[in-house]
């Protein structure tokens, strides 16, 4: 089973860290990059000290929400290659969750998961698909009017969790807004996952990007790439 989410009080003090506006820039740059951030892109992105963009990135770290790792810049190894330098990226296989009073809907949407996966009743599968098509349309119809295709499909994405990446004209998604299911049930969750954005594009036909499943460690089970480009990942 994924990780549950932090407890109340765990999860307000993680929150309360980015009440400080320049943690939370930081945090919204080393979650928003493709890979991770050391110090003195941080430092140079912020323009600020590299000393103060130090500390803000430890406390993220102590507060759970960004992990570290340790590389040389250069890529190389052995003598000469330098000291390795501390890098940061969003926290793995955690979240942060504050309602008041508490609601615990990823606890109902494991149940309604599991009983899914044990029953394999074809016409509640059908329903449930049918729901993801439903649901995608209305998440198309909310995307800001005036807007284009692309631009709207983004929003779309941004919108409802999914971080999307553009990058050599694909879109990846870095986030799954189901992740808390995906370990457990994954085929279910991914197939879901796409036949919800295969509706949300299809309302967005002029957008230049279809779905495709695309399975990759720390990223959405879904992809976006050009009409003319691969079906399968």
Known sequence: ??????????SVDALGLLAEPIRRQLYE???????????????????????????HLDRLVEGGLLEVEYRR??????????????????AAGDQVDVTLPARRYGLAAEILADGLDRS???AALKGVRGAAQDMGRRLAAAAPRGADDRAALLSVLTDNGFEPLETDGEVTLRNCPFDALVDDHRDLTCGLNL???????????????????????????VAFVPEDGERTG
């Open 29 to 55: 740059l080393v979650v928003g990059a493709p890979g991770p951030v050391d110090r003195d892109t941080a430092a140079a992105t912020l323009k600020i000290k590299r000393t103060l963009a130090a500390f």
């Open 120 to 122: 394999r009743d074809a």
């Open 73 to 90: 810049r250069s890529g190389r190894t052995g003598p000469g290659a330098g000291r390795p330098a501390k890098f940061y990226r969003r």
């Open 195 to 221: 036949v919800l954005l295969e509706s949300v594009s299809a309302q967005l036909p002029e957008s230049g990007l279809r779905p495709v499943s695309r399975r990759r460690e720390g990223f959405c089970c």
């Open 1 to 10: 089973m994924a990780n549950p989410s932090k407890s109340f009080a765990e």
